[in-house]
């Protein structure tokens, strides 16, 4: 579905953060990528999104090549959907508003349907449809901030750390709406975590980051059991 080879990556010329990352995920997959701060995570979002131009390397979508193609063509034409860690709403913005931006390149026959399947799904927006998202609680904003993002049926959707800033049971409410999410639209999911445990139990695979390349990566269910991931990665907690 994506797959990304040996990409080169940084927000300097002089300055590599990606140093040859490669990695994949297949259509509809939950993949969490994990690693110390600093590591590169949001440096590959960024770079997928299109933010950021690779160096070296390539981004290849459903067979097609996308390294070089702009953020708002990966949005419009592309299919990939960002969610950013901070700001991901518009807070002077009802939820009705912010969907709208959302469904910007749609029909307003076809925003308003989109809109109303995505009520239907996440039943919080219909409930503060007219309320500023300034007023929603915290995950109520992650939900919006998803259901914005999903507005033009995006294939690839990008999460940067979406559980921060959440309590523990909130942060369960939206890993189920993410779950929701691949369900219902089938979509795929890179997804930037640093609640480890947590993001693995909804997660098919994952990669370990490292320094700007993959030092790590396998099944969701096993690299949680890994004692050296645990030790790592994951505070050496019991899964
Ligand atoms: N806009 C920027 N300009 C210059 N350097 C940046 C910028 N954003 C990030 N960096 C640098 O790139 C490196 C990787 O940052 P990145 O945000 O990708 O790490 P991360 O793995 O997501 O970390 P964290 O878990 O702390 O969010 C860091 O050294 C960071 O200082």
């Known amino acids: 579905m994506i797959m990304i080879d040996k990409l080169v990556a940084g927000y300097s010329a002089e300055v590599d953060i990606l140093k040859g ?17 600093g590591c590169g995570k949001s440096t590959l979002l960024k ?15 459903q067979g097609e090549d996308i390294s070089a ?12 959907g960002f969610v950013p860690q901070t700001e991901n709403v ?10 709208q931006v959302g469904g910007h390149y749609l029909s307003s026959l076809q925003a308003r349907q989109r809109m109303e399947q995505l009520c239907e799904d996440y039943p919080v927006l219909r409930r503060k449809f007219n309320a500023p998202a300034a007023s929603l609680s915290g995950g109520e904003r992650q939900i919006l901030a998803l259901a914005r993002a999903l507005m033009p049926r995006p294939r690839l959707l990008l999460l940067d750390e979406p559980s921060a800033g959440l309590s523990p049971k909130v942060l369960l409410e939206v890993f189920d709406a993410i779950c929701t999410v691949r369900d219902k639209e089938q979509v795929t999911i890179l997804m930037v975590e640093q609640n480890a445990m947590e993001a693995l139990r909804i997660s098919d695979r994952a990669y370990v980051l490292s320094m700007g390349t993959v030092a790590l990566s396998g099944k969701a269910g096993e690299l949680m059991h890994d004692p050296q991931v645990r030790e790592l990665y994951l505070g050496g907690r019991a899964a």
């Open 90 to 99: 518009f807070a002077a913005l009802s939820v009705r508003e912010n969907l």
């Open 47 to 61: 770079t997928i999104a299109g933010f950021l131009r690779p160096r070296q390397g390539s981004i290849t979508l």
């Open 69 to 80: 193609q702009p953020v708002h063509h990966k949005i419009r034409h592309g299919g990939i």
């Open 21 to 37: 990352m490669s990695l994949h995920a297949q259509h509809a997959e939950i993949i969490t990528l994990l690693g110390p701060n």
